[in-house]
């Protein structure tokens, strides 16, 4: 509540809160190359915006065990809008996590990921598609509800993933870390609500500017001109 009076009182957020977690990000995480953590930054802004946009990437972490793949995707699962790791890879766990809290899913160990799930999540890139469907109530009182999958989602795995979802995907090869440097992760570090704080400061105050500036491309096709 005191960090909603706040903003309600001072409706601003810091000019540099992207670069501050880019330096936890790189505080916490090894990945493979420096333009990784800017792209780790981007994309968890972009969570904040998703319905604003008519498609949103995936992120793939990829590599063996001990490759710190896990570690990254709870600073994801940290940052992210409303995001939620999921235990159990269902369809109900997957409708219902998006659908009623438009957050972000990760899941850990995506190679688990069954058949029947791959075209629900596939098609859950666009702002249209992954849409899931519920009957409830019985008799008279019957009626169906249609859920929207759509959303950013982020996945680890040590096994390559079924080709349909992997082409939604932004892969990332991880290694196991060189760096002596890198802090370990509970979960509970100060840093965290400090920088969802700000993001959410940030998309209350400027939603309307990347509203304006954003410009999907279509590309037409033969003959409509």
């Given at each position: 509540p005191?960090?909603?009076?706040?903003?309600?009182?001072?409706?601003?957020?810091?000019?540099?809160?992207?670069?501050?977690?880019?330096?936890?990000?790189?505080?916490?995480?090894d990945l493979p190359h420096r333009s990784h953590y800017d792209l780790f930054g981007l994309w968890?802004?972009?969570?904040?915006?998703?319905?604003?946009?008519?498609?949103?990437p995936y992120i793939h972490l990829y590599g063996?065990?001990?490759?710190?793949?896990?570690?990254?995707?709870?600073?994801?699962?940290?940052?992210?809008?409303?995001?939620?790791?999921?235990?159990?890879?269902?369809?109900?766990?997957?409708?219902?996590?998006?659908?009623?809290?438009r957050g972000v899913v990760t899941i850990d160990q995506a190679e688990r990921i069954k058949p029947d799930l791959v075209g629900l999540l596939a098609d859950?890139?666009?702002?249209?598609?992954?849409?899931?469907?519920i009957v409830?109530?019985?008799?008279?009182?019957?009626?169906?509800?249609?859920?929207?999958?759509?959303?950013?989602?982020?996945?680890?795995?040590?096994?390559?993933?079924?080709?349909?979802?992997?082409?939604?995907?932004?892969?990332?090869?991880?290694?196991?870390?060189s760096r002596d440097d890198v802090f370990d992760l509970n979960g509970h570090e100060e840093c965290w609500p400090k920088h969802r704080d700000q993001l959410y400061r940030f998309a209350l105050t400027r939603w309307s500017d990347v509203k304006k500036y954003y410009r999907p491309c279509f590309r037409n096709r033969r003959g409509s001109g």
């Open positions: 005191h960090l909603a009076k706040d903003f309600v009182d001072s409706p601003t957020y810091l000019k540099d809160f992207y670069r501050l977690i880019k330096k936890s990000l790189y505080d916490y995480v968890i802004t972009s969570t904040y915006f998703a319905h604003l946009f008519y498609a949103v063996p065990k001990g490759s710190g793949k896990t570690k990254a995707l709870e600073t994801l699962n940290y940052l992210s809008f409303n995001s939620h790791k999921l235990s159990t890879i269902t369809e109900a766990a997957i409708g219902d996590t998006i659908s009623d809290q859950g890139y666009k702002r249209n598609g992954g849409r899931r469907r409830q109530g019985s008799g008279a009182n019957r009626e169906v509800r249609e859920c929207s999958t759509y959303g950013h989602k982020a996945l680890a795995s040590y096994k390559p993933l079924h080709h349909d979802l992997s082409d939604r995907c932004i892969r990332i090869n991880m290694a196991k870390t």
